[in-house]
């Protein structure tokens, strides 16, 4: 149970890190791109609104995490579906880089988080089980 609750809290603290995006200004952004080799962002009001809302998104993921590893038993079938859920999210981000031909580099670390820690989720629950 102990594992559990400490892969949950990863999860949901690294989610939480989103809500920087939807407060730092587009040049810090352009910054962090440069540093990934990236030249240049759009420079439209959807590309910032994107930004904004996806980190909403995830801070939003990130709360909903923390809220299952305070308890994991009590929410029952919500704990298996949030694991399948962050596999799915890591696969597409992996794909989807792919598929675009990102280098590496750019979504490795959220695919591979995503999918490592929704395998041990999953693993964990089952063993509590």
Do not use: N, Q
């Not at 990102?102 to 670390?109: A, T």
């Amino acid at each position: 149970m102990r594992s559990l609750k400490i892969c949950l809290w990863i999860a949901g603290v690294a989610c939480l890190l989103s809500v920087f995006g939807m407060f730092i200004p587009i040049s810090t952004f352009e910054s962090i791109a440069r540093v990934f080799g990236v030249e240049s962002l759009p420079d439209t009001p959807l590309f910032l609104y994107a930004i904004r809302v996806m980190s909403a998104m995830y801070v939003g993921v990130g709360v909903f995490f923390m809220i299952l590893a305070r308890h994991p038993m009590d929410y029952g079938v919500l704990v298996p579906f949030s694991a399948l859920a962050a596999v799915f999210v890591g696969a597409v981000c992996g794909i989807t880089g792919l598929m675009v031909k990102m280098p590496i580099l750019w979504f490795l670390g959220d695919s591979l988080s995503c999918m490592v820690l929704g395998f041990l989720i999953l693993v964990f629950y089952r063993r509590a089980k």
